[in-house]
Nanobody, 126 residues
């Protein structure tokens, strides 16, 4: 199993940007599909974005409709790090953001992911 540590959260004004990072340790990142979820106060944890499958040279990603065109997931296997670039942030993006990983093919379902980080807080103010 892998360990995941998120960073990069913080307070930003609406319209601003943040980049979250997730460092994966214990196994090579290249062996895993990785995604981001978020949980706002009083709400269920929801899918944000993920690398769902890699079949070289094709890499498949998926995004929640609410973040398409604003958020971008990327990875640097050499650094064992996954990123979530968040642009045009809105107050409704405020949440704790979690990184998750699984060695198998994944979808938007939380149950597809075996390993989780502790989360990083993102707060977007008006």
């Amino acid at each position: 199993q892998v360990q995941l540590v998120e960073s990069g959260g913080g307070l930003v004004q609406a319209g601003g940007s943040l980049r979250l990072s997730c460092v994966v340790s214990g196994r090579a990142l290249s062996r895993y599909n990785v995604g981001w979820f978020r949980q706002a106060p009083g709400k269920e944890r929801e899918f944000v974005a993920a690398f769902t499958w890699t079949s070289w040279p094709s890499i498949f990603t998926d995004y929640a409709d609410s973040v398409k065109g604003r958020f971008t997931i990327s990875r640097d296997n050499a650094k064992n790090t996954v990123y979530l670039q968040m642009n045009s942030l809105k107050p409704e993006d405020t949440a704790v953001y979690y990184c998750a990983a699984d060695p198998g093919r994944v979808t938007m379902l939380r149950s597809d992911f075996a390993s989780w980080g502790q989360g990083t807080q993102v707060t977007v103010s008006l």
